[in-house]
Each structure stands twice: as structure tokens, then as C-alpha cells.
């Protein structure tokens, strides 16, 4: 069985060792190109990520992508499709922890060098699946060899109020958005890459940066109105806490037994409440700060340059997110603290129970002492009558044994035998009463281990 093992590792190596080597992915691409980028966020990282990876096989063979132009790994892939007029179509697709996403380039040949924003112009294209998740955005991204466009020019092409614009990472590298969705929900992107062009590892640096830019700020702002629900019910959950704190502060001392239960009750069903809260909000709302992090590094990254008549890139995303992440974590810290304030308050009040328990088992115990030792007072009363009752009886039968004996004449006075009897008697009594006692506590110290010993079997 080992050896079969070991030969099947020895055929994967060979196997592996002769493969085709894969052009790497940088080497694919050029300028001008089209992108649409689309992400996703799974609602089921762990299962949605395989399905995802699924998905992107799917959407490679409905494209008939041959496996010779395609690199597929665990959360990495992409697939090359070439025309027959030489455009060229890339499908890159990568599942984060969160979220997965497709970068979809259109290469266009060299005697089409227009691009526009809108749908691909690559032969026959149509996105082929239903993605899975909630879309966390949409991007359309024009990387031009060209210098920048007229502001004017540039003003018909964008929607929205604002242009937006910066230069990047050099001189001659431009970047202008408006933030704003267009018909199709996207938002658009004109890169120039200025006369000089920008070497085709720099492509895709550029539009990862973006990318990674928008999917990071639109992941931070989508958890917006489920915080500002949260505050709302943390809000009254102080409120009524406060409340509860100082009507039990002032009646906890002489609260009854019925009361601190009500309370308990109360407090605890409050608590399970923050808790789902808690638990629900940590779930959601944990990943900001380094969701915020990425945002600013990679904003730092572009090395960003004021760009004449537009507003830096930067204002409108740092406008966007400052403050968002630390509000998140301020509110997961709110909680936390409410809910050990009504852990602190549970606790109390579980002492005083206990402590109201404690007296009442006090109590008990000294009524159980009371009357216990009430029981051994009337057991040695009765032992004591048991002695004079016995003494009685034996002196009552020696009395007849005389008189009878004094009528066949072998004694001379009876009543004087009986009075000399009577002591004898009571110390007869009192040896028969102790022996009964012993014999009675032998039998059950008899009795006793196997009894301990059937209970301990069981």
C-alpha cells in the first residue's frame, strides 16, 4: 500500500517536472486594455470559497479557455482566450478571506487602439454566470497609452458632480474617477499611462491598487446601517441597565428571596440579549481596523501628486472611512463593557443569595443542634424512669418471693428482706438497662459496614 502511495507522489513529480511553464501573468498584458472588475462577498467564507473556484472553472470552459492557456491554483487563477483578430481576453479570478472577486482585461489588437468605457468589445462576449455572494462593487477601468484627456473631454465621460484626480506612482501616470456609478453600476476609472507607457508589470500593480481601494472601502461602508442599528439597541440596553442598576443598588440590602429571583431572571435574559448582540457585532464589524489599514497603505503606495483642476483621489476616500473603523471598534467596546456591567450586577446578586442560603442553613443547623440535644435530654429522662420503672417491677416480685418464703417459715421478716431488696433491685435495673444498650449497639455496628459497603457497590 506504501509502495503504491510512494509511486503515485513519484508520477505526480515527473508529471509536474515535464509540464508546460506557464507564461506568468504580467507577461500577458498591455496597454491600452479594457477591465471590468467585479467582487463578491460570501455570506459562507469556508464552503463559497471552493464553490467560488468552481465557478471560475465553469466560467473558463463556457469561454473555451484550453487548459494550456490557464493557471489554476487554491485561491489564484486565471485564463487566457485569444481571437482571431488578435485581441486578447484575461480572466483572473481570487478568493480572499472575505470576499472573491474577477478582473476581466480586454486586450485589443494594434489596429484598434480606441477604447471606451461600457461593455467589452472582445468578440462574442457575455459574462457566462450567476456570481455568488453580495456584490461589494463593480469597477470600469480605461488604461490608456495616451496622455490625459481634456478636463472637458474627461467631464462627458464621467458621471457625477465631482472629477476626482491624482498623479501615481510617476510623473506621467494619471488617475481620474468620479466616484459615482454610471447606467451599468459601475464605477469608471481613466488611467494615462503618458507617453513614456508604463512596463506591463505596472499594469497590473496599478489596477490591483485600485481595486484593492474601492473593494476595501465599499467592505467598510457596508456594514454602516447595521452599526448604526446596533448603537440604537446598545443605547437602550445602557438606558435600562442603568435603571436596573440603581433600583437594585437601593433595595438590594433588604430585598427578599422573591425579589433577587425576579431580578436574576431579568438581568439574565438581558444578558443573553447583549450577548447575541455582541457576538453578532464581532462577527461583522472585528475585520475594520485592518479593512481601514489596507485603505491607507495602499493610498500611500500611489504616492499620490496633486493633479491641476481636479480634487485629489485621496480626499474622497479618506472623507469616506476616517472615523469609520474606530466607530466600529468603539461600539464592540461598549458592549463589551454593558455586558460585564450586567455580568458585575448578576454576580452581585448571586452573592446575596447565596449569603441569604447561608443563613437560612444556619438557622436550620441550630434548630437541628436545639433539637437534638432536647432529644438526648428526654432519652436520658427516659432511661432514668426506664431504671426506676424496672426497679419497681423487680423489687414489686422479690416482695412476693419473701412473703412466700416467710410462710414456709425460712424467713423470719419479710417487709425488712423486701426494704434490704429494694437498692439491690434498682442496681439490677440499671445493669440490665446498660446491657440492653450495649447488646442493641453491638447488633447495629454489625449491620452497619455491610450497608455502607452495598452502597458504595451501587
Not at 291 to 314: F, G, M
Not at 378 to 399: D, F, R, W
Request: hydrophobic share 40%.
Amino acid at each position: 500500500m506504501e509502495s503504491a502511495r510512494g509511486q503515485s507522489g513519484a508520477d505526480a513529480l515527473i508529471k509536474k517536472l515535464h509540464e508546460r511553464p506557464h507564461i506568468p501573468l504580467a507577461d500577458w498584458l498591455r496597454a491600452p486594455a479594457h477591465v471590468h472588475y467585479k467582487a463578491f462577498r460570501m455570506a459562507d467564507p469556508p464552503a463559497e470559497r471552493k464553490a467560488s473556484r468552481e465557478e471560475f472553472q465553469s466560467c473558463l470552459t463556457a469561454f473555451g479557455v484550453s487548459k494550456d492557456e490557464t493557471v489554476l491554483h487554491e485561491t489564484f487563477g486565471y485564463g487566457v482566450k485569444q481571437a482571431g483578430n488578435g485581441e486578447r481576453l484575461i480572466i483572473i479570478w481570487q478568493a480572499h478571506t472575505e470576499y472573491y472577486n474577477y478582473q476581466i482585461w480586454h486586450l485589443p489588437d494594434g489596429a484598434h487602439r480606441e477604447i471606451a468605457f461600457g461593455a467589452l468589445t472582445f468578440p462574442d462576449y457575455t459574462f457566462p454566470i450567476s456570481p455568488l455572494g453580495t456584490e461589494v462593487c463593480r469597477l470600469d477601468i480605461l488604461l490608456s497609452s495616451h496622455s490625459l484627456p481634456p478636463r472637458e473631454q474627461m467631464r462627458s465621460m464621467m458621471p457625477g458632480p465631482v472629477l476626482y484626480g491624482s498623479r501615481i506612482l510617476d510623473e506621467q501616470t494619471s488617475l481620474v474617477t468620479s466616484f459615482t456609478h454610471d447606467e451599468f453600476e459601475r464605477e469608471r476609472y481613466w488611467v494615462a499611462l503618458g507617453p513614456t507607457r508604463a512596463q506591463a508589470s505596472r499594469l497590473k500593480e496599478i489596477v490591483d491598487a485600485i481595486v484593492r481601494i474601492e473593494t476595501y472601502y465599499h467592505l467598510l461602508l457596508m456594514q454602516k446601517p447595521l452599526f448604526s442599528a446596533a448603537i440604537d439597541q446598545v443605547y437602550k440596553f445602557e438606558q435600562v441597565h442603568l435603571k436596573q442598576r440603581e433600583i437594585i443598588s437601593g433595595h438590594i440590602a433588604h430585598a427578599d428571596p422573591q425579589t433577587l429571583q425576579r431580578w436574576l431572571n431579568s438581568l439574565t435574559q438581558d444578558l443573553l440579549k447583549t450577548n447575541r448582540i455582541a457576538g453578532k457585532l464581532h462577527f461583522e464589524l472585528s475585520a475594520s481596523v485592518p479593512y481601514d489599514k489596507i485603505v491607507h497603505t495602499t493610498l500611500a503606495s500611489l504616492n499620490e501628486k496633486a493633479l491641476d483642476a481636479y480634487r485629489p483621489v485621496s480626499d474622497y476616500v479618506l472623507s469616506g472611512v476616517t472615523g469609520v473603523a474606530e466607530g466600529y471598534q468603539q461600539l464592540l467596546k461598549r458592549i463589551d463593557t454593558l455586558r460585564a456591567g450586567f455580568e458585575g450586577i448578576i454576580s452581585i446578586i448571586r452573592a446575596r443569595v447565596d449569603l441569604i442560603l447561608e443563613a437560612q442553613n444556619l438557622a436550620l443547623l441550630q434548630s437541628v443542634d436545639k433539637t437534638t440535644k432536647s432529644q438526648v435530654l428526654l432519652q436520658h429522662t427516659v432511661e432514668g424512669l426506664s431504671v426506676i420503672v424496672i426497679a419497681y417491677y423487680v423489687a414489686g416480685l422479690g416482695g412476693y418471693i419473701f412473703k412466700g418464703l416467710q410462710e414456709i417459715g425460712w424467713l423470719r421478716n419479710a417487709n425488712l428482706t423486701s426494704a434490704i431488696f429494694v437498692p439491690i433491685a434498682i442496681g439490677l435495673a440499671f445493669g440490665i438497662t446498660t446491657f440492653s444498650k450495649k447488646l442493641l449497639h453491638r447488633k447495629l455496628s454489625r449491620e452497619q459496614p455491610p450497608t455502607q459497603s452495598g452502597a458504595a457497590q451501587g
